[in-house]
């Protein structure tokens, strides 16, 4: 006797093992039906390539304008077997992590002197909210001033760009703890660092890893942003220098060694979100 | 100013801290600039006998738990006199276990972890109290749910790691706000016989802020009946129940006058 339900098989009558044996390429089947986006959302993708190479060899965009995947697959080889390429990718991460981790870092604590002292941030809010409205990449040109063309200019460029995202949600954060929280704490007479790491640090957390996802992302375009500028080496050199030698199939190749860096990184911090923070309510949706 | 006179129900507990006198307390809360924004309490006296249980029901606004909070040290009165044990409330202290009408559970800390909260925060020596919590939690029916994150647990069974954390501290008087407020009706009846279950085991100073009068009269010893605008005492009943009660209880006449009495002090506020 076999039933169906939701695309599972259930076997009742043949032993377990054989039951998902046969049933394997139905329940396939199942999910497609179920959700067909899993298979039509790579399947377009793949049309777009074809299509976009279709467009390239036929001659209707100039391969210097929109070189095609197959062009732009010859630039990813290139680039892998290039002895000088590791370096770019190494310097663009470095400034990247750097700066995130120190501007991270820097503003957690400013946010957590914030919270404990209100006058300060009375006096200080104003100026974090005008700085995370303005387009920090304005600063570059500045940054490479003062700090020369080196690594230091890029990392102070992420630094600024991480920060106050991480800032906001940190205060925002540390200051969503709930009144009966609070009073539960005060009840049992706890010490202002008790109510801290006890309460208030867990509950900011979500907030803060939520700022902290989306300042690794923005240090990562600060990096870049002022590897546009001036820079010796960095993925954002290798991005101009292709550009202004035509060599646009290359762009392509390092835009896409970018976008995998930043999804590895955003990966990454996915990843210790959950792990950090387990109790998170979006978590358990399933 | 009401005072009634109280007959003594102690059950053992401890008679030296279990005792609350509320003498003329007033409270005012105010805005920043000083203006008088809500007459919270006006003259309010009530006193409390050690192993007692109490209920304050009134509406909202009667100001019932702003005196819970008072009697908790958790905000300082305007003007008047409390006393918790025959000491003048100054502030909180570790010897009241108070309750909430949410359950107050940290997320990132499993049903025991949660309940072993004010043992942490005592600086008192985990291990020793894990025996005990364990005992706890069998006395509230969570014993297989001490490794369980507060989010797996229905509201009933939050509300009672909620009195477990509450429990392991062993306090002499309990306070608590509408613990029961947000359950469903079912739930809330099982919680009331298990809470007079171990009130009645314990012998503690229990003052439990309701809204719904039933709850108030089944559990309790006697109702302070609060009214509002400025919220006050407008009378204190006595309820001539036996104990141990259960919820046939609720069908006996003495019960459905008792009922009525506290309705028609409410009415009268209206």
């Known amino acids: 006797m076999s039933a169906r339900l939701d695309g599972v098989e259930f076997d009742s009558s043949k032993g377990s093992r054989s039951a998902s044996r046969v049933s394997a390429g139905r329940r396939l089947y199942g999910v497609l039906q179920n959700h067909p986006g899993v298979i039509l959302s790579p399947l377009s993708f793949v049309l777009l390539l074809v299509l976009w190479e279709l467009v390239g060899r036929a001659g209707l965009v100039a391969p210097i304008v929109l070189p095609p995947p197959s062009r732009v697959w010859d630039g990813l080889v290139i680039l892998f077997t290039a002895p000088w390429f590791p370096q770019h990718v190494w310097f663009t991460a470095a400034e990247t992590l750097i700066g995130f981790a120190i501007g991270g870092v820097a503003a957690i604590l400013l946010g957590i002197v914030m919270v404990n002292v209100p006058l300060f941030k009375e006096v200080v809010y104003p100026y974090v909210v005008a700085f995370q409205v303005m387009p920090k990449v304005v600063l570059a040109p500045i940054f490479i001033t003062w700090f020369g063309f080196g690594i230091e200019s890029k990392i102070v460029m992420a630094i600024a760009i991480s920060f106050f995202p991480v800032v906001i949600n940190t205060v925002v954060g540390l200051e969503s703890v709930e009144e009966d929280a609070s009073l539960l704490m005060r009840s049992l007479v706890a010490s202002r660092r008790q109510i801290f790491w006890k309460l208030a640090w867990p509950t900011a957390l979500p907030s803060i890893f939520a700022g902290l996802k989306t300042s690794l992302t923005l240090a990562l375009i600060g990096a870049l942003v002022a590897e546009f500028v001036t820079a010796k080496e960095g993925l954002g050199t290798l991005i101009t220098t292709f550009s202004f030698e035509l060599k646009v199939y290359l762009v392509f190749a390092v835009i896409i060694v970018v976008s995998v860096l930043g999804l590895a990184m955003y990966g990454i911090m996915e990843y210790l979100d959950r792990k950090v923070v387990f109790w998170r309510r979006s978590h358990f949706t399933g | ?270």
Request: aromatic share 6%.
């Open chain 2, 1 to 270: 100013m009401l005072r009634t006179e109280v007959r003594n129900r102690a059950s053992g507990g401890d008679a030296r801290t279990g005792a609350i006198e509320v003498e003329n307390v007033s409270k005012v809360f105010r805005t920043r600039l000083g203006a008088v924004a809500v007459e919270a309490l006006r003259d309010v006296s009530v006193d409390i006998l050690p192993g007692q249980f109490v209920s304050f029901v009134g509406p909202s606004g009667c100001g019932k738990s702003t005196l819970l909070k008072l009697i908790g040290g958790l905000i300082e009165p305007t003007s008047g006199r409390l006393t918790v044990g025959g000491l003048d409330v100054g502030g909180p202290r570790r010897d009241i276990g108070v309750m909430f009408q949410t359950p107050v559970l940290f997320p990132w800390r499993t049903v025991l972890e949660n309940v072993l909260l004010p043992i942490e925060v005592f600086g008192l020596d985990r291990r020793i109290a894990i025996e005990k919590t364990r005992d706890i939690l069998r006395l509230v029916g969570l014993e297989d749910r001490a490794g369980a994150y507060p989010r797996e647990l229905s509201g009933g069974m939050q509300q009672r790691a909620a009195l477990s954390r509450v429990l392991v501290i062993d306090p002499p008087i309990i306070l608590m706000d509408e613990p029961f407020g947000a359950l469903d009706e079912f739930t809330r009846e099982r919680m009331n016989l298990e809470l007079l279950r171990i009130w009645q085991e314990h012998g503690q100073t229990i003052i439990f802020v309701t809204h719904s009068i039933v709850e108030a009269v089944f559990l309790a010893d006697r109702v302070v009946v609060m009214g509002t605008a400025p919220g006050r005492v407008l009378s204190i009943v006595d309820v001539p129940l036996p104990r141990p009660r259960s919820i046939e209880l609720m069908k006996s006449p003495e019960f459905a006058a008792t009922v009525f009495d506290v309705r028609e002090y409410l009415g009268v506020a209206r």
